[in-house]
């Protein structure tokens, strides 16, 4: 089920929302946690039963492994609990991925699997994996199952994010108000979810209509003239980033109509000045996991430059592998890996990206979004010659006019899109500056006013659904 589909919006949420509020004031906040859990199990079973049952079995295990560690950590058993889930995740990501690679290696012709890939196993898998190391490392309280398996199984952040640790969610769950129905907490949710749905129904969806033909014919090995390499590259960044954004926005929104409080995931990363600026505003939890979890396990920066370095390089090879069994996405994590080594040798001799002018400022975020941008190119594409071909057609020049040709007819169209993203506050500057329709009595209804003018645009996403032009979000694949 999607977030931007009409039948979530109209029936799932609104029952979502009255039977934990009812239920949870009549019974109780440990009613409440229940209904979460049961809503969230109907969200997830509606794909696919047969994934549902490999969530449950994950969650119990690793409940019980969890539980062990707790109470006695052994590295053993934490080996078993690790192994465990990444031979689940690499059977149904990755099982293919290894057979293709073998045959191309050997020459031979053995048959695919065709393993489907359960949504979201990317995620959840990550999420019990940081649950089974704070628990080895005693950085977690004995818990009850359903605070672990609302933690694991809560429908908006289950499918793409963000990567939650347990201390984050559960001490929410055991307040005294959990479940007691707020009126300034819905109306924070419904503005941040409609912000969201906006961003994903007008703007992602509809840069995407530019970007699907370009990178098909890239793919095909078709030409692509400069301005059509230029279109569709920068339209992917773009697509890219307000399709990550809504999802991001729309799932701490679901989460502030419970009550609950997700991290951020998301904050302007095309106005980072640096790639390791970048990498703090973008996918915040999932670069956080790999920082904490594979980094620091790797040695970090405790083994000399030369062994810190080669950790970076691992960890966004790592990263990029977890976004899917291609090579493209190594290829994807390598170049960012070694756009960190330059940043972090320039940050060392000749001091860091702060910038002292506003020119050197601008200069510092171009340059950041081109090559974060270039990078993209080999994440979207298809195969690897679909991303050489729109990297060369970057540069393919055929006529003295081309400046003035990728300027009309490929920036000029998605200056809009820029001035978006460089020039107006993200949601969570936005939803700082609205703070103040909120504060006061939050049970009255004329605080509802901002986030009604805000859902308004609901219908206008509406009409985009109705008309068929909307699509799930790029994560979903991950």
Request: hydrophobic residues 50%; aromatic residues 18%; charged residues 15%.
């Amino acid at each position: 089920m999607l977030f931007n589909s009409l039948g979530f919006i109209f029936v799932f949420l609104p029952l979502c929302l009255f039977a934990f509020y009812a239920i949870a004031h009549r019974c109780g906040g440990r009613a409440g946690i229940q209904v979460l859990i049961a809503a969230s199990l109907i969200f997830y079973g509606m794909s696919n039963l047969s994934h549902l049952l490999l969530l449950l079995v994950s969650i119990v295990v690793n409940y019980w492994l969890g539980f062990r560690l707790q109470r006695k950590p052994n590295k053993w058993l934490l080996i078993l609990g690790l192994v465990g889930n990444l031979l689940a995740l690499a059977y149904y990501k990755y099982a293919d991925f290894a057979i293709e690679n073998f045959n191309y290696l050997l020459n031979v012709h053995f048959d695919y699997w065709g393993v489907i890939l359960p949504i979201g196993i990317s995620f959840y898998t990550f999420q019990q994996i940081s649950y089974l190391i704070d628990s080895h490392r005693q950085q977690l309280r004995a818990n009850n199952f359903q605070e672990y398996m609302l933690f694991v199984a809560f429908f908006p952040q289950l499918i793409a994010g963000p990567i939650v640790r347990f201390q984050e969610l559960s001490p929410q769950f055991s307040q005294p108000n959990f479940g007691v129905f707020c009126w300034g907490n819905l109306n924070r949710g419904i503005t941040l979810f409609a912000i969201g749905l906006c961003k994903k129904v007008i703007l992602a969806d509809s840069l995407a209509q530019e970007v699907t033909p370009i990178f098909e014919r890239a793919d095909a090995g078709l030409m692509l003239s400069q301005p059509e390499a230029w279109l569709g590259l920068l339209s992917y960044s773009l697509q890219i980033y307000f399709d990550f954004s809504a999802y991001s926005d729309m799932a701490i929104g679901l989460g502030l109509m419970m009550g609950i409080r997700l991290p951020e995931n998301f904050l302007s990363p095309y106005k980072a000045e640096n790639i390791i600026d970048f990498w703090r505003r973008w996918h915040i939890t999932l670069s956080r996991f790999l920082r904490d979890y594979v980094y620091i396990s790797l040695g970090g920066n405790r083994r000399g430059e030369a062994r810190q370095r080669l950790n970076l390089v691992l960890v966004m090879l790592i990263g990029g592998l977890w976004h899917g069994a291609h090579w493209n996405f190594v290829i994807w994590g390598g170049l960012h890996g070694f756009y960190l080594l330059v940043s972090h040798y320039k940050n060392k001799y000749y001091g860091s990206n702060d910038s002292k002018s506003r020119t050197t400022k601008v200069f510092n975020i171009l340059l950041t979004f081109l090559l974060v941008s270039l990078a993209w190119a080999f994440f979207r594409a298809h195969t690897f010659t679909g991303a050489l071909t729109i990297l060369s057609g970057l540069v393919s020049i055929t006529n003295a006019d081309f400046v003035y040709d990728i300027f009309r007819e490929a920036l000029l169209p998605l200056a809009p899109y820029f001035f978006i993203i460089w020039f107006l506050p993200n949601s969570m500057e936005l939803m700082k500056n609205l703070e103040k329709y909120w504060n006061g009595d939050a049970r009255a209804w004329s605080s509802t006013l901002v986030a009604l003018a805000t859902a308004s645009g609901l219908s206008v996403c509406c009409f985009y659904i109705f008309s068929g032009s909307y699509s799930e979000f790029i994560y979903f694949q991950f």
